[in-house]
Nanobody, 113 residues
């Protein structure tokens, strides 16, 4: 059974940083692309960043230069380093594996002074 478990969210001031982590269970992690999505209250879920099994990355325009996605296949983990956070980054962040259609439970990120 495929399972994704996120961690690392929290409350941070504007301009601060957070690092999200997601661990994948039940599949050969290194073989699959992974993504981070987010959903703010009253808004649709949107793609933030994705990374292939080999490490190629893509980013949404609204996070380019501020967020970095990475992975550690031996640890079956994907990460989202978020710098220069803005209040509009406030959302629940989800880890996603498109091939299996699996989502994590989400982790809340709140950017506020």
């Amino acid at each position: 059974q495929v399972q994704l478990v996120e961690s690392g969210g929290g409350l941070v001031q504007p301009g601060g940083s957070l690092r999200l982590s997601c661990v994948g269970f039940g599949f050969t992690f290194s073989n699959y692309a992974m993504s981070w999505y987010r959903q703010a209250p009253g808004k649709e879920r949107e793609l933030v960043a994705s990374i292939t099994g080999a490490g190629s990355t893509k980013y949404a325009d609204f996070v380019k230069g501020r967020f970095t996605i990475s992975r550690h296949n031996a640890k079956k983990s994907v990460y989202l380093q978020m710098n220069s956070l803005k209040p509009e980054d406030t959302a629940v962040y989800f880890c996603h594996n498109r091939f299996f259609g699996s989502w994590g439970q989400g982790t809340q990120v709140t950017v506020s002074s």
